[in-house]
């Protein structure tokens, strides 16, 4: 309760603030073994080995569809193409916005939260990401760079909810997750169409595949990972994966309609 | 006056019953996260120009809410004031008490995020409000007080003798609430949908699978056929038995708004829940429910007759002088408020 009190003044604290947006700090490198970590042993970056990947599509994709802005004149002015973004389908069959991640294999493992944050950006009346990770504990910063409303909305089942108003541009809030959970959505009540996800896990080791499909989890120590693959319309796929030391496995997932 | 400002903040009701019906059929609920300010601001003085995307649904039910709330506290104060009957007077303080407890609901319903149980009760709430602001308006209409100056007396003129009447526009009246409510679960569970055809469920007369949303939902499909039955049952009785115009108009508009209100049921299934659809068939089945409330009340106007009701309409119109008769039947309340002649 005390640290979510503590996150809550942090969040009205930097809402109060001004600046610009920092970039997005995905697929952290792994912290080190907090002093209170179980018996595991920390990650040795010299053995650490590497799962890379790509996400296809087998089958005929439908188009991302235009979406109608007239509810709000800035977002019609600011963003005028604006299309979905739950199928991003590549000409080859990739598909971005994938969030990857290891599932299990970790064991008993700790690792420390990155104290840099993660940035959501509210821009041209849509996220920036639309799917992204984050680590428990670790600041998730949303910045509102529209000038107009936006209120952010936050709909876990793990974590709690919350639903805080940005209605000046350049304003941010942060805000920290205490529980894992896979994914937790986000909307924008003000602009229907605007929805996000968070992948929120305990680890470091996870990735939004960009518009090729690709994807690298990178740092990881030599073990048996089950390694999943989300997508909000698609569903999710796992695949079980073995790496030694220093090695890179490839694994690749295929969705179909 | 008063007549015409009771029907003013009834019809105004109905008004804030369709901006909320709006709120939910676009999900606007949680567009202004802080309640009572908005976005910050006072209610009343944030910018016109941000009224956009939910926020202007939202933001409009509140402003709407905000001035139906006065009117009802200049009602209950004007009644206070001017209305002898005190069983009128104390409709008055319900319905300012019923609409403080919706605006308070309202209210938490936001901060907490919609819960259902909180939604369900604040759309439960709403009607009940409109029947209170309806029946004032409909106790306080010179219609009313003209059916106590007939001559040939309300047995004959409204119904007043007959008991099946009544029963079954009580019956018909409390069945079409409770649907109301069942629709309101329906709507606030997310249950809209759950069954996607219609007339048929799936294909069939009734569902093959079940699952709590699609139990609701059948609920609904099922509670509107017994409204109609006892709607056609209801007005039947009515063209079948009455001549009065005051009873069979409530009986026909009853019937119309019935039709209505079933093709726009099924509209908002064929139509995936259209905002303005849903909306309209949320505001109408409010319509659905104080037409029969208006011919319940009717149906018992005898009930309510009394010798100083007649001599009251008079006292409270201006004739002061009348007021001596009304004094014997509550000489308190006209000590109170200097009306004795």
């Given at each position: 309760?005390?640290?979510?009190?503590?996150?809550?003044?942090?969040?009205?604290?930097?809402?109060?603030?001004?600046?610009?947006?920092?970039?997005?700090?995905?697929?952290?490198?792994?912290?080190?073994?907090?002093?209170?970590?179980?018996?595991?042993?920390?990650?040795?970056?010299?053995?650490?080995?590497?799962?890379t990947g790509k996400v296809t599509f087998?089958?005929?994709?439908?188009?991302?569809?235009?979406?109608?802005?007239?509810?709000?004149?800035?977002?019609?002015?600011?963003?005028?193409?604006?299309?979905?973004?739950?199928?991003?389908?590549?000409?080859?069959?990739?598909?971005?916005?994938?969030?990857?991640?290891?599932?299990?294999?970790?064991?008993?493992?700790?690792?420390?939260?990155?104290?840099?944050?993660?940035?959501?950006?509210?821009?041209?009346?849509?996220?920036?990401?639309?799917?992204?990770?984050?680590?428990?504990?670790?600041?998730?910063?949303?910045?509102?760079?529209?000038?107009?409303?936006?209120?952010?909305?936050?709909?876990?089942?793990?974590?709690?909810?919350?639903?805080?108003?940005?209605?000046?541009?350049?304003?941010?809030?942060?805000?920290?997750?205490?529980?894992?959970?896979?994914?937790?959505?986000?909307?924008?009540?003000?602009?229907?169409?605007?929805?996000?996800?968070?992948?929120?896990?305990?680890?470091?080791?996870?990735?939004?595949?960009?518009?090729?499909?690709?994807?690298?989890?990178?740092?990881?120590?030599?073990?048996?990972?089950?390694?999943?693959?989300?997508?909000?319309?698609?569903?999710?796929?796992?695949?079980?994966?073995?790496?030694?030391?220093?090695?890179?496995?490839?694994?690749?997932?295929?969705?179909?309609? | 006056?008063?007549?015409?400002?009771?029907?003013?903040?009834?019809?105004?009701?109905?008004?804030?019953?369709?901006?909320?019906?709006?709120?939910?059929?676009?999900?606007?609920?949680?567009?202004?996260?802080?309640?009572?300010?908005?976005?910050?601001?006072?209610?009343?003085?944030?910018?016109?120009?941000?009224?956009?995307?939910?926020?202007?649904?939202?933001?409009?039910?509140?402003?709407?809410?905000?001035?139906?709330?006065?009117?009802?506290?200049?009602?209950?104060?004007?009644?206070?004031?001017?209305?002898?009957?005190?069983?009128?007077?104390?409709?008055?303080?319900?319905?300012?008490?019923?609409?403080?407890?919706?605006?308070?609901?309202?209210?938490?319903?936001?901060?907490?995020?919609l819960p259902d149980a909180v939604s369900?009760?604040?759309?439960?709430?709403?009607?009940?409000?409109?029947?209170?602001?309806?029946?004032?308006?409909?106790?306080?209409?010179?219609?009313?007080?003209?059916?106590?100056?007939?001559p040939k007396g309300p047995r004959r003129?409204?119904?007043?003798?007959?008991?099946?009447?009544?029963?079954?526009?009580?019956?018909?009246?409390?069945?079409?609430?409770?649907?109301?409510?069942?629709?309101?679960?329906?709507?606030?569970?997310?249950?809209?949908?759950?069954?996607?055809?219609?007339?048929?469920?799936?294909?069939?007369?009734?569902?093959?699978?079940?699952?709590?949303?699609?139990?609701?939902?059948?609920?609904?499909?099922?509670?509107?056929?017994?409204?109609?039955?006892?709607?056609?049952?209801?007005?039947?009785?009515?063209?079948?038995?009455?001549?009065?115009?005051?009873?069979?108009?409530?009986?026909?508009?009853?019937?119309?708004?019935?039709?209505?209100?079933?093709?726009?049921?099924?509209?908002?299934?064929?139509?995936?829940?259209?905002?303005?659809?849903?909306?309209?068939?949320?505001?109408?089945?409010?319509?659905?429910?104080?037409?029969?409330?208006?011919?319940?009340?009717?149906?018992?106007?005898?009930?309510?007759?009394?010798?100083?009701?007649?001599?009251?309409?008079?006292?409270?119109?201006?004739?002061?002088?009348?007021?001596?008769?009304?004094?014997?039947?509550?000489?308190?309340?006209?000590?109170?408020?200097?009306?004795?002649?």
């Amino acid at each position: 309760m005390t640290r979510f009190l503590a996150a809550c003044l942090a969040a009205f604290l930097v809402s109060c603030g001004g600046g610009n947006p920092t970039q997005n700090q995905q697929n952290s490198v792994p912290a080190s073994s907090g002093a209170a970590a179980p018996a595991a042993p920390a990650v040795d970056p010299a053995i650490a080995s590497t799962v890379t990947g790509k996400v296809t599509f087998a089958g005929t994709a439908p188009a991302p569809a235009p979406i109608k802005l007239g509810a709000d004149p800035y977002c019609e002015k600011a963003n005028p193409g604006l299309r979905t973004e739950n199928e991003v389908v590549g000409t080859d069959g990739s598909v971005g916005n994938v969030f990857v991640y290891v599932k299990d294999g970790l064991g008993t493992r700790t690792f420390t939260a990155p104290s840099a944050p993660v940035v959501m950006d509210q821009k041209g009346c849509h996220y920036t990401p639309h799917v992204l990770g984050i680590q428990v504990g670790q600041p998730l910063q949303i910045v509102n760079s529209d000038d107009t409303l936006h209120n952010v909305h936050g709909l876990p089942k793990a974590n709690k909810e919350f639903n805080q108003g940005q209605p000046i541009q350049g304003m941010k809030m942060t805000h920290t997750f205490s529980t894992k959970e896979v994914m937790i959505p986000f909307k924008c009540d003000v602009h229907g169409w605007m929805n996000a996800w968070i992948g929120v896990l305990d680890h470091p080791y996870y990735a939004v595949t960009s518009t090729d499909g690709t994807f690298s989890l990178k740092g990881l120590p030599p073990g048996t990972y089950t390694i999943e693959a989300w997508h909000e319309k698609l569903g999710t796929q796992t695949q079980t994966v073995t790496v030694g030391e220093k090695e890179t496995k490839d694994v690749a997932f295929t969705f179909k309609a | 006056m008063l007549p015409l400002f009771a029907a003013l903040v009834a019809a105004s009701t109905g008004v804030l019953i369709f901006a909320g019906g709006l709120v939910t059929s676009t999900g606007s609920g949680l567009s202004v996260p802080d309640w009572p300010n908005t976005y910050g601001w006072f209610m009343w003085t944030f910018p016109l120009n941000k009224m956009v995307g939910g926020i202007f649904y939202e933001h409009l039910h509140r402003l709407v809410a905000s001035t139906v709330g006065f009117l009802i506290v200049v009602l209950a104060v004007w009644l206070w004031r001017a209305e002898p009957r005190a069983w009128v007077r104390r409709l008055g303080y319900l319905a300012l008490a019923a609409v403080i407890a919706q605006g308070i609901l309202g209210g938490i319903t936001v901060l907490w995020y919609l819960p259902d149980a909180v939604s369900i009760a604040h759309a439960s709430l709403a009607q009940i409000v409109f029947c209170l602001t309806t029946t004032i308006a409909l106790v306080t209409s010179r219609g009313w007080a003209a059916g106590y100056a007939d001559p040939k007396g309300p047995r004959r003129s409204d119904g007043g003798g007959d008991p099946r009447l009544q029963r079954i526009a009580i019956v018909t009246t409390l069945v079409i609430y409770t649907q109301i409510v069942v629709g309101a679960t329906m709507r606030h569970t997310g249950a809209g949908l759950a069954i996607p055809d219609f007339p048929l469920a799936f294909g069939h007369l009734v569902p093959p699978q079940w699952d709590a949303k699609i139990a609701i939902h059948f609920a609904h499909r099922a509670g509107a056929a017994t409204v109609a039955a006892l709607a056609l049952a209801t007005a039947g009785h009515v063209f079948y038995h009455h001549r009065r115009a005051e009873l069979r108009r409530p009986a026909m508009l009853l019937l119309v708004l019935l039709a209505l209100q079933i093709t726009l049921g099924a509209l908002t299934v064929l139509s995936q829940k259209q905002f303005l659809v849903n909306s309209l068939h949320v505001v109408n089945g409010a319509l659905v429910l104080v037409t029969s409330l208006v011919l319940t009340l009717r149906a018992h106007r005898a009930r309510f007759a009394d010798a100083g009701s007649a001599v009251s309409f008079a006292q409270r119109d201006g004739n002061a002088g009348s007021a001596v008769v009304f004094a014997e039947r509550d000489p308190a309340h006209v000590q109170r408020r200097g009306l004795g002649a």
